[in-house]
């Protein structure tokens, strides 16, 4: 009788999936499910610390500045070690972002995230957004 494996591949796609569901919700304490504790982000946001605590503070300014924010996957590519995401992400600016007061305005921009993973957790992480995109549409440039 064959025992059934789960892939390294299929792990991370789990858990870059499990990523997704947590920031739907808003689950932003839970993010240690999916990120090691010295989680290594090669693509910090200014001032972010370093590890998982980063990575909440990051999603905790984030989502408080775009509280509607959506990411929606357009592209999934993954082997045994890497999972890389295209996504757009929208929303409208209804909170304090990079000291940019609040303009009611949405946005819409594309973003890639390139993760590591080690073990089922994320351990490091590569990504850009289309900040100046968000700056744009938010007035701010």
């Known amino acids: 009788m064959a025992i059934a494996?789960?892939?390294?591949?299929?792990?991370?796609l789990e858990a870059q999936q499990r990523l997704g569901e947590l920031l739907t919700a808003r689950d932003i304490d839970s993010l240690d499910e999916i990120f090691a504790?010295?989680?290594?982000d090669h693509d910090p946001a200014p001032g972010q610390p370093d590890g998982v605590a980063g990575i909440k503070e990051f999603w905790t300014t984030f989502l408080s500045a775009f509280p509607d924010a959506t990411?929606?996957?357009q592209v999934v590519s993954a082997d045994d070690e890497h999972v890389t995401v295209v996504l757009d992400v929208e929303g409208t600016h209804t909170g304090e972002f990079q000291g940019i007061a609040p303009s009611g305005k949405r946005i819409k921009v594309r973003g890639i995230?390139?993760?590591r993973f080690a073990d089922g957790k994320l351990v490091e992480r590569w990504g850009a957004t289309d900040e100046a995109g968000?700056?744009?549409?938010?007035?701010?440039?």
Do not use: F, K, W
């Not at 504790?37 to 290594?40: G, H, I, M």
């Not at 968000?134 to 440039?141: D, F, K, M, S, V």
């Open 134 to 141: 968000i700056l744009t549409q938010i007035g701010a440039a």
């Open 71 to 73: 990411m929606t996957p």
């Open 113 to 115: 995230q390139v993760g």
């Open 5 to 12: 494996t789960t892939s390294a591949r299929d792990t991370n």
């Open 37 to 40: 504790t010295d989680v290594v």
